[in-house]
């Protein structure tokens, strides 16, 4: 069992950078792909970054590649989502989810989820 709690969340003006925080609970977070998904007002969810079990191979969607990066420390039994050059399209709530596969863009491989933290993207 993995319970997760997302931080970080909150209002930026375009251009700049928000860092994102997936912290987990629970003894086998190193035995977990990780994967951040994000939904906007009126849309369904999608597939943000992956990182593998031990953070050698990340995925990323094409619409935040060369932007965001995804990272872990299995110590701290933490993921981060570094969010640069934020534009008001990043508006979401982000969300981050545990898996056994991975990385994976796909949401159903994913085990745990998170309750989301809102990030906002002024123009």
């Known amino acids: 069992q993995v319970q997760l709690v997302e931080s970080g969340g909150g209002l930026v003006q375009a251009g700049g950078s928000l860092r994102l925080s997936c912290a987990a609970s629970g003894r086998t977070f190193s035995n977990y792909a990780m994967g951040w998904f994000r939904q906007a007002p009126g849309k369904e969810r999608e597939f943000v970054a992956a990182?593998?079990?031990?953070?050698?191979?990340?995925i990323y969607a094409d619409s935040v590649k060369g932007r965001f990066t995804i990272s872990r420390t299995n110590a701290k039994k933490t993921v981060y989502l570094q969010m640069n050059s934020l534009k008001p399209e990043d508006t979401a709530v982000y969300y981050c989810?545990?898996?056994?596969?991975?990385?994976?863009?796909?949401?159903?491989?994913?085990?745990?989820w998170g309750q989301g933290t809102q990030v906002t993207v002024s123009s």
């Open positions: 989810a545990a898996g056994v596969k991975g990385p994976t863009p796909m949401r159903y491989e994913y085990d745990y």
């Open positions: 990182i593998s079990w031990g953070g050698v191979n990340t």
